[in-house]
């Protein structure tokens, strides 16, 4: 222990080395001085003196020399000799690839052992992914995940049960230590302001001071005790069909938001589960249901639990409170413990809202789509017959951000070689019908906002053409532009100049809020909104904008099955 206390003394003053300091102060300790002579005991002159000294160093020299010796020889031969039995051990333990801790058994050998990690020692995220495992699955668990800027999420497993009346979830025969915690379960937690309006479970863990270790009790007429002490189950779901918990409240109610902070995570957090997992919802509207049911009946084979209005206890094994999120209307396939992407969930709106899904395409799973195939038909070289233009569709605004020539718009789209198809969306137009609109679709043309979300019924290699008012370059890029093209959309973008900008009239074309948007920008969000994204109409100049239209038709030539096909033949 001397040696240890020495050596780490050592090695803290190597790593924090310190100024040198005057040797009367010197931390080293050194041996006292010699003592001044001792007067003699017995006759002798100054030889007699010396031969005294020296026999008083000889004495402890022998002695020391003596005890090693009865030392060795008192030691058994066995310690010393590691048999070939566990030379063998040793050698088959270096190729086990585990984490190996190495530990002093009662025998002065060395043993291997294979750590073995709880619950509570394994990240959150590896719980709340499915990554950790079954092989610990009797063990109750909580713990949460607030790693993510963008949403917090925490993980129960054990004894699960609802508490709507106050708002809470408990887990009975918590893990010991266990703190209750609090979660709004939204995806935008970064925003104060929306965040304040999402309502807040608690988690309460209930830890039994009789229960055993892992959670379990000791016998079953005690567990039927306490039982009796706990909230009584309503509802008891199956074991294994965990619960996921969301909430539809925040910025529900505009589709961009529906999809990016809601039914994007929602996939993201719940289709390891393929169906088996129940959905419990806050802040509950019918009409979502309604409008989505196509995509969470392929998601869940349960129905959805109103937990502010249900008030039955209902009980789970397993519960995740909150959304994972990647991104803005992204799915990182490098985040998915299956791999799966954007495209897979692109496949399941198209299974949910095709207009005449088959029976049996209904019970499988949903495949991504192929490269879009062209409204026109593929047609021979020497092949005279008329071939139908390829589909466009222009969705236009009311309100704001309005296409003020867009008579102009339609004409240059024919003179590009496009069938142009006007859309006024409006929040009751059937998501089947949008789907359907833009599912046959080549291309599509819109106006940043909202409605540009919908570029996700587009198949791969088709062409999305936003118009970017001013100011708005930003969002137009990060909400639509980068998500669009991963999923392997063609992505155009026309930019609106100033003087295209109905602010140009209201501030004039040389103000500060047309030349330099910055300026209102870092203002915040809210102010930003108000000036580029309420007040703001454009005027799309035709021959700018028919260059990019005869790009997009190129593409079309080049990258649609038809062009495959023809690019393939002449090889």
């Known amino acids: 222990m001397q040696q240890a206390a020495q050596h780490h003394q050592h090695h803290h003053h190597h790593l924090n080395p310190k100024p040198p300091v005057p040797r009367s102060s010197s931390w080293i300790r050194r041996s006292p001085p010699p003592s001044p002579p001792h007067k003699k005991l017995w006759g002798g002159g100054g030889g007699g003196g010396g031969r005294s000294r020296y026999v008083c160093r000889l004495v402890p020299l022998l002695v020391l020399t003596v005890y090693s010796i009865f030392t060795v020889v008192r030691i058994p031969s066995s310690s010393l000799v590691v048999s070939t039995a566990d030379s063998e051990r040793v050698e088959r333990r270096e190729d086990v690839e585990a984490f190996k801790t190495h530990l002093p058994s009662n025998q002065n050998n060395l043993e291997a052992r294979e750590e073995t990690r709880s619950p509570a020692s394994l990240p959150c995220s590896a719980l709340i992914n499915g990554e950790a495992g079954d092989g610990q699955a009797a063990e109750s668990a909580l713990c949460c995940d607030r790693s993510h800027y963008r949403s917090d999420v925490c993980y129960l497993r054990g004894d699960v049960r609802t508490d709507p009346s106050t708002s809470s979830v408990l887990l009975y025969n918590a893990p010991r230590g266990s703190a209750p915690e609090k979660v709004r379960p939204y995806t935008r937690k970064f925003e104060d302001s929306i965040m304040s309006t999402i309502d807040e479970v608690t988690i309460v863990p209930v830890v039994d001071d009789n229960s055993s270790s892992n959670g379990t009790t000791g016998d079953a007429a ?312 309420d007040r703001q109409n454009v005027t799309v100049n035709i021959k700018r904008f028919g260059e990019l239209l005869r790009s997009a038709r190129l593409h079309l030539k080049n990258a649609t099955a038809c062009g495959k096909a023809t690019t393939a033949a002449a090889r």
């Open 222 to 533: 005690a567990s039927g005790g306490k039982d009796s002490l706990r909230r009584r189950c309503d509802v008891r779901h199956p074991p294994g069909v965990p619960a996921v918990v969301f909430s539809t409240g925040g910025y529900t109610g505009n589709v961009y938001h529906e999809f990016s902070d809601g039914l994007i995570p929602l996939f993201i957090t719940a289709q390891r589960f393929a169906g088996e997992v129940v959905f419990v919802v806050l802040e509950y509207h019918y009409w979502w249901l309604g409008r989505y049911g196509a995509v969470l009946e392929r998601l869940t084979n349960y129905k959805v639990v109103d937990f502010r209005y249900d008030r039955r206890v209902h009980c789970f094994s397993e519960m995740i409170v909150g959304l994972r999120i990647h991104g803005e209307l992204v799915v990182d396939p490098k985040l998915m413990p299956n791999g799966k992407g954007i495209q897979d969930f692109q496949a399941l709106l198209h299974q949910g809202y095709s207009r005449t899904p088959s029976a049996t395409a209904a019970a499988q799973p949903p495949v991504p789509l192929a490269l879009a195939p062209p409204s026109r038909p593929c047609l021979r070289p020497d092949d005279h017959a008329k071939v139908a233009k390829p589909k466009l569709v222009i969705f236009i605004r009311k309100q704001n951000r309005v296409l003020l020539n867009l008579p102009h718009i339609v004409t240059a789209c024919r003179r590009a070689g496009f069938a142009p198809h006007v859309m006024n969306l409006r929040r009751q137009t059937p998501l089947p019908a949008i789907h359907a609109a833009l599912a046959s679709a080549d291309a599509m043309v819109a106006v940043h906002g909202a409605a540009v979300t919908h570029f996700l019924f587009m198949r791969p290699g088709t062409v999305l053409l936003q118009i970017v008012p001013v100011g708005l370059d930003w969002a137009a890029d990060a909400f639509y532009g980068k998500p669009a093209q991963q999923l392997g959309l063609e992505y155009l973008e026309y930019k609106v100049a100033p003087e295209e900008s109905s602010l140009a009239a209201e501030y004039g074309v040389n103000s500060t809020v047309v030349r330099d948007p910055s300026v209102i920008s870092s203002r915040g969000w809210w102010e930003m909104k108000k000036v580029y994204m």
